[in-house]
Structure formats: structure tokens, C-alpha cells
């Protein structure tokens, strides 16, 4: 296992449109989480899974994000009608527990 | 809420010791944990304090003091990989899931 793995690296997406996002966590982590990290600062907590459950949502989600982890392995984040505010690093990471989690190289998105 | 607060940068040359300080204000208080992220990378676990005291890894070393909210990422004999930004965070109380950084320390090693 490789660690946690994001996809796309990049995506360049035009206001208005759909985007979603993957990602593969480490394979006997059963939480995992999506952060939202702007230039120059830290990463901000969106949401949390455990096993295929969703936990809890930041405030920060709005109704355009919606996020799922289907049987409990990889995870998706879809944002609709993005906004250039959307524009963002998207984190995704994953933990045994409550350990501290191992993040991924995230989705750098840029909203035109 | 959570607030942590940390410099923005520290410059230094190779084979120096640079200290980051991470002060915190929380609600409750479930250990101090610091992160490295280098440009375009991923956030990298560097290690975590739950009790006071130093804890050794390698060239890292991390304090931690509850009575002050207060805690320090020691980097020593400094290398040019160095470089890179170095963030503090803790747990929410009572949701061990959530992390809440600081805005990180901006770290810059010259030759």
C-alpha cells in the first residue's frame, strides 16, 4: 500500500460546473476525512467517516458539497455549481482510530 | 472553537536549530500534534504530545507544556530538506476525528 491517493492531482473547472473528487485511503483504515487547505493557511476540517458512515459535516460544507464512502473503502467529494471561492487544496486523509491520520497529496482546484 | 497560534516564518542556515512555538487556546485538551508539508506536498505526521515533556525523533524533537497552552517543534542540525511548512494542531474535545491546525510555519534553509 502506497498510502493515501487522491485524484485528480489538478482540476481546472469553469463557475457553474460539477466537480467531484476521489479518493483511495490507506486499505485497513476504517476513518477518513476530507480538509480544505487556501494559500497559507492550515488545513480546515469538512467531514468525517467512519467505515461508510458520515459522521460529521463542518459548517464550512454548504449544500453544493456532498461527499460519500461507499462500502466503506474509497471516498468521493462532489461540489455543484462551483463558486471561484470553491478554489481550494482538497485533503483527504485516513486513520486507524483514532491515531493521527495520513494525508494525501490532495486535489488542487481552480475555479475560472 | 480551537485557536493555535505559530509564527509565519523562520529563516535559518544549514546545520542551525530552529524552534517553532505553537501556542494554544481550547475548550478541552486532547495533545498537541505537529505536521510538515513541503510545497505541493502532503501533510507528513511528525509527532504527538499528550503529557509534558520532550519527545525525541531523530533531529526532531517536540515539548509540550498543559500549564502554559503551550508547545515547540525543535528541529536540529538543519538540512535543506528542511524546508518546508510546519503546522501544530489539536483535537477537538470529545471528537478525537477532528484536527484543528494552525496556520502553519513557513521554514526556509539556506546553504
Known amino acids: 500500500d502506497t498510502g493515501v491517493s487522491q485524484n485528480p492531482r489538478h482540476k481546472i473547472t469553469k463557475r457553474g460546473q460539477n466537480v467531484t473528487f476521489r479518493c483511495d485511503p490507506i486499505?485497513?483504515?476504517?476513518?477518513l476525512y476530507w480538509y480544505r487547505q487556501t494559500l497559507g493557511q492550515g488545513p480546515e476540517f469538512l467531514t468525517y467517516?467512519?467505515?461508510?458512515?458520515?459522521?460529521?459535516k463542518s459548517r464550512l460544507l454548504s449544500d453544493r458539497f456532498s461527499a460519500e464512502r461507499p462500502k466503506g473503502s474509497f471516498s468521493t467529494l462532489e461540489i455543484q455549481r462551483t463558486e471561484q471561492g470553491d478554489s481550494a487544496m482538497y485533503l483527504c486523509?485516513?486513520?486507524?482510530?483514532?491515531?493521527?491520520?495520513?494525508f494525501g497529496q490532495g486535489t488542487r482546484l481552480t475555479v475560472v | 472553537g480551537q485557536s493555535l497560534e505559530q509564527p509565519s516564518e523562520v529563516t535559518a542556515v544549514e546545520g542551525a536549530i530552529v524552534q517553532i512555538n505553537c501556542t494554544y487556546q481550547t475548550s478541552g485538551f486532547y495533545g498537541l500534534s505537529w505536521y510538515q508539508q513541503h510545497d505541493g506536498g502532503a501533510p507528513t505526521f511528525l509527532s504527538y504530545?499528550?503529557?509534558?515533556g520532550l519527545e525525541e525523533t531523530g533531529r526532531f524533537s517536540s515539548f509540550l507544556s498543559r500549564s502554559d497552552s503551550y508547545g515547540y517543534l525543535l528541529l536540529q542540525e538543519l538540512q535543506m530538506k528542511d524546508s518546508a511548512s510546519y503546522f501544530c494542531?489539536?483535537?477537538?474535545?470529545?471528537?478525537?476525528?477532528?484536527?484543528?491546525f494552525g496556520a502553519g510555519t513557513t521554514v526556509t534553509v539556506r546553504a
Open positions: 494542531a489539536v483535537r477537538d474535545p470529545g471528537r478525537d476525528y477532528k484536527l484543528s
Open positions: 486523509a485516513s486513520s486507524l482510530d483514532s491515531r493521527d491520520p495520513f
Open positions: 486499505s485497513e483504515h476504517n476513518r
Open positions: 467517516f467512519q467505515n461508510e458512515a458520515q459522521l460529521e
Open positions: 504530545n499528550a503529557l509534558d
